[in-house]
């Protein structure tokens, strides 16, 4: 059970989100009978929160693990969908939901040998369940983004060596996580409906209180001050609570960058080092990564940097990676390379809609989707949490999205239909906003946001860019207008007019 968060169970995998923003609000009681035990929940916290939902509310008889879709077809004639795994299993449905998640596609680049090498080998979003013994081996971790930052600082004290294999160096800051109080939990209990009525209606379903001034509002001494309160603030409200102009004043970002290249330069004590860790990109143009003592760690005379874009990965051997610069030896090398996003579990299912079209036809150039959760040509299908869909804390806008799929299929059962699917003229007005609107995100091309850490894959925007109250926005609309953007369908209307 878990999903990603049984999959990425390497060392230090934890919420960048606080723990009680993240978790289920569908059930105060499920949010009353859970008390999470730090504000950034460690993996198997959460592990254990998401076996406790599944338990709490039964659900374990309806799920089948170890089962790896290998197709799903659409059939006009029954209006229904087969669903095939490699375990052997088929399945009939009126409708397919594909929960299968953005980031649920492990990347492994495509390294001349990777295949070949000896020691022990593995993917941060693959990792095993057994455990992993670090002591006194020698170790390599490609990738600096979010889930290598986490495990480096994790493992270096155990390690006899840590090589750090870094292409680009990413803005992160202090997670500032620690456990909840006992006063914290008794407020949490105590403000359930107006935590869930914020998260439920803010614009990133956080709880962090927005700023109320731009940076040059401000002199440099009050920002500086101000910058330093960030960087001691909790997770993400670096960008949530940041000055309101952060992400569209490049001289703003440009200072806030400048402060954080001073903090890195405060922490570790080589200054060649430092520099090494500074990103020449400004503030979440990548998504930035929140740490627990990740410059630190480079004070460790064990741990070291290799700087990928001066001396590229030639080839991994049988015993350990060569660069431009040399080969090093390894007992095993950690790929914290990131994932296929938002597209690519759903590529690799084998979807095909109407008169056979395959998903993958369909999004040859990139995802077209409505609301983040449908598209034409697949009727009854939907993917809550997949492209387009995306804005701020996943849960939060996943729920709205489940919430919209529940209540779609309730109203084509009463009033008598069986087939949904989204009208042309809806589909097109969404693919239009979020094409056209990409570029208020602070995300740039440099991002896997934009799917270009993926050789081949089309570069396309695969978040939702005008955020959350858009979405939510335009949710209400369709059901305000009795789903007037949907085309909605009866079986015996639909054999009648083949007739
Ligand atoms: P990622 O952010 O995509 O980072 C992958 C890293 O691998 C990057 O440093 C990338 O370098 C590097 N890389 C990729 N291909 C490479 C190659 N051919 N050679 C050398 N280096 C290569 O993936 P991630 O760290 O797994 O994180 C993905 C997302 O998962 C996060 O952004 C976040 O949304 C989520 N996550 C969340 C948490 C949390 O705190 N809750 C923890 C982990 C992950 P470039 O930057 O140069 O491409």
Known sequence: MGGTWYWNRYPEARFDSESYTYGYLFSKELFDDWEWQEHFAGQPEIERYLNHVVDRFDLRRHIQTGARVTSAVWDESSATWTTRAADGTEVRSQYLI??????????????????TFKGESYHTGLWPSTPVDFTGKRVAVIGTGSSGVQ??????????????????????????????????????RANFESIRHTLNTSQGGFLHTPHDRTAFDDSKEQRWAFFEKMWNSPGFSKLSSNYTDMMTNVAANEEWCEFMAEKIRGIVKDPETAEKLIPDHRYA?????????YYETFNNPKVSIVELKKTPIVQVTETGIETTAGLQEFDMIVWATGFDFGTGTLLRMGIRGKGGLPLREYWADGPITYLGLQCRNFPNFFFPGGPHGAAGNNPRYGGDQVEFI??????????????IEVREAAEAEWNDMVNTTAAMSPFSEIS?????????????????PAGRPKLLEMMAEVVANDYRAMELSRSSERATSTA
């Open 406 to 419: 529940t209540n779609a299929i309730v109203y084509v059962r009463d009033h008598g239909h069986d087939t």
């Open 151 to 188: 495990l480096i600082p994790a493992i270096a004290d155990d390690v006899a060596s840590l090589t750090v294999y870094q292409r680009t160096p990413n803005w992160c800051t202090p997670l500032n996580n620690r456990p909840i109080t006992p006063e914290e939990q008794a407020d949490l």
């Open 448 to 464: 896997y946001f934009y799917g270009t850490n993926i050789p081949g894959k089309p570069v396309r925007f695969l978040l939702n």
């Open 285 to 293: 143009q990548k998504r930035p990564p929140f740490v627990t003592g």
């Open 98 to 115: 594909a929960a299968t998640g953005v980031l649920s596609l492990p990347f492994f680049p495509n390294v001349p040998g990777r295949e």
